[in-house]
């Protein structure tokens, strides 16, 4: 997200924009519709794009396509197949899916996570709308982080805890280590089998300068089950500087 974070510095020397910290959207009311995810969804499932421009096409008028074609958006471009003006077309097909979705099922988890992950997909690819696209993610996380903590692995808090730590800070965007460290941690203890988890939270304490507690949460990695670090390049550098900086006598 690197382009998001230099346009939007760019429009911040030109007072061009100004943000505030967000605040967290409230929770669905009680007696709202408050579906979970759809049965038989798996999150981050490949389909063939016709499936997913099927589903889209029924999304108006059918909640559950609506989030199946958010996920099979989602899948595609975490896949890496939708690249240039294709991804920037699954990028926002899937967003308009994923916020149909979530008006129609407020409290649906993955709707929400869903719409965050596709928010934060349109905010690469349209930088010049990513400090508003971003602030909208974190809010749709927060929902998912209360509504289905659990949900893909601590997967709303892992969110939260990248987005925190990737982010510059205010008044430029959302970044914040103690908030990421605080997010990483919780999905850590969520779900400690998934490696991913402890790798971000490590990463986190590396950059927050607790060195010894990033090298001890580096360590529970080999006990940890897999991850999906290997296709993410930032938590593959961030690999690599754990390894480097926990090896040896100069451990901290």
């Known amino acids: ?30 007696g709202s519709k408050a579906a979970g995810p759809v049965h038989g969804l798996a999150l981050w499932r490949v389909c063939p794009r016709a499936q997913a421009e099927q589903w889209a096409a029924s999304a108006a008028k059918d909640p559950d396509a609506a989030l199946r074609a958010a996920n099979c958006y ?69 929902l998912a982080a209360r509504l289905d903590p659990r949900l893909d692995h601590g997967g709303p808090d892992r969110m939260l805890g990248r987005l925190y730590l990737q982010a510059p800070g205010f008044p430029i965007s959302v970044g914040d280590l103690y908030k990421a460290v605080s997010h990483l941690r919780r999905a850590a203890a969520l779900d400690p089998g998934f490696a991913d988890n402890h790798l971000g939270l490590a990463w986190a304490l590396l950059e927050s300068g607790d060195g010894p507690g990033a090298c001890l949460e580096f360590d529970r990695i080999k006990d940890a089950g897999q991850g999906r670090g290997r296709a993410d390049q930032a ?18």
């Open 74 to 142: 989602a899948a595609l471009l975490k896949a890496g197949q939708g690249r240039g003006a294709e991804g920037e077309q699954d990028a926002d097909a899937g967003l308009k899916a994923a916020l149909i979705a979530v008006r129609a099922m407020p409290g649906s988890a993955a709707a929400h996570y869903l719409a965050a992950y596709l928010l934060g997909q349109s905010a690469e690819r349209h930088p010049f709308k990513g400090l508003d696209l971003v602030r909208r993610m974190e809010q749709e996380a927060i």
């Open 235 to 252: 938590l593959v550098r961030a690999t690599a500087r754990l390894q480097k900086a926990c090896a040896g006598p100069n451990r901290p």
């Open 1 to 30: 997200m690197r382009l998001v974070w230099l346009t939007v510095l760019a429009c911040l020397l030109a007072q061009a924009c100004a943000g505030t910290p967000a605040t967290a959207p409230p929770l669905p009311a009680a």
